[in-house]
């Protein structure tokens, strides 16, 4: 699992997207981390956890070349 460090006026949503590339991936960011679930505006030095992302296979290639997600 990758850390991640704050800095002051970090947001759950603006880390999930600058760590995993997807605002949606905050809910499982705050799983990772349930100690700071309390915060919205996190102050700088707090180490996160940061899951790892869901590999994502795109709708566009032809079933054949989807293959399985791993």
């Known amino acids: 699992m990758t850390k991640y460090t ?3 006026g970090d ?3 603006g880390i999930a997207y600058k760590m995993l590339g997807d605002e949606a991936y905050t809910d499982r960011l ?3 981390n ?3 679930r309390h915060l919205f505006t996190f102050p ?3 180490t996160l956890n940061i899951p790892e992302p869901e590999a994502r296979i ?3 290639l032809p079933p054949w070349k989807r293959g399985r997600a791993v």
């Open 44 to 46: 700088a030095g707090i």
């Open 11 to 13: 947001m759950w949503d």
């Open 58 to 60: 795109s709708a566009e």
């Open 34 to 36: 349930p100690k700071f």
């Open 6 to 8: 704050t800095i002051a």
């Open 30 to 32: 705050m799983k990772a």
